[in-house]
């Protein structure tokens, strides 16, 4: 009995110290494959590490998905709440630091810059971009998204099912951003700020054929 309880307690400590030792290459597998499939993407980063709570945080994240979208992130903190079947329903709180985006103008774009004779910018660079992701079956929920950066700044809350999108949006613009847009069109859709120029919208339908939703003090505006 003695010699059982002595192999049981040797292979507990070596399977342990071999979790530990692999921790941080399995956890940037596991990540990249559930992510990726999550988000129909290309998922890569040079370091991940597994830390308690558990907290992921991953060096020079680079996201790629099947539309063109292309997300750079240096420093990336994940921050996971584990629930029950948590691989069907994953619940994040994420902190991205130095985060810059290249994209295709698709059409949701195009329809918002049209309507507003805003410029069209291929890149965006953000400080930081923090807020909560769920998967929950087949829906992906964004709440409480704050991305800060020269250009704008943006809060968003929504979520996307299949191709149907739901979302909601405030955006700060800078004066680069705006410079284009007349006067009269200015005193309609944006609340004049010291700094930024303020305007919120929603975004409903399906991804390929959106209508973005402008509220103001005046009247409301659908574009499809």
């Not at 195009?110 to 805003?118: D, E, F, P, R, V």
Request: aromatic share 12%; with cysteine; net charge positive.
């Amino acid at each position: 009995m003695r010699r059982i309880c002595i192999f049981v307690t040797a292979f507990f400590i070596i399977a342990l110290s071999v979790i530990i030792y692999f921790r941080d290459p399995l956890s940037a597998k596991i990540f990249s494959v559930y992510l990726g499939n999550r988000l129909n993407a290309d998922i890569t980063a040079r370091k991940v590490h597994l830390g308690l709570g558990p907290r992921l945080e991953i060096e020079d994240l680079r996201i790629v998905n099947s539309k063109g979208l292309d997300c750079r992130i240096k420093a990336s903190t994940l921050n996971f709440d584990l629930q029950p079947m948590f691989w069907k329903n994953l619940k994040l709180r994420f902190d991205l630091k130095d985060a810059r985006f290249s994209y295709p103008v698709s059409k949701i774009v195009k329809s918002i810059t049209g309507a507003l004779s805003i410029k069209t910018p291929q890149h965006l660079h953000f400080d930081y971009v923090k807020g909560e992701f769920y998967c929950i079956g087949d829906e992906n929920i964004i709440k409480s998204l704050d991305a800060n950066g020269k250009l704008l700044r943006l809060f968003a809350n929504g979520s996307v099912r299949g191709l149907s999108i739901n979302y909601s949006f405030k955006f700060l613009l800078s004066d680069e951003l705006t410079a284009d847009i007349p006067e009269s069109t200015r005193k309609i859709f944006f609340k004049q700020g010291s700094q930024y120029s303020e305007i919120e919208l929603y975004v409903t339908g399906s991804i390929d054929n959106p209508s973005i939703n402008f509220s103001t003090d005046l009247f409301k505006l659908t574009v499809r």
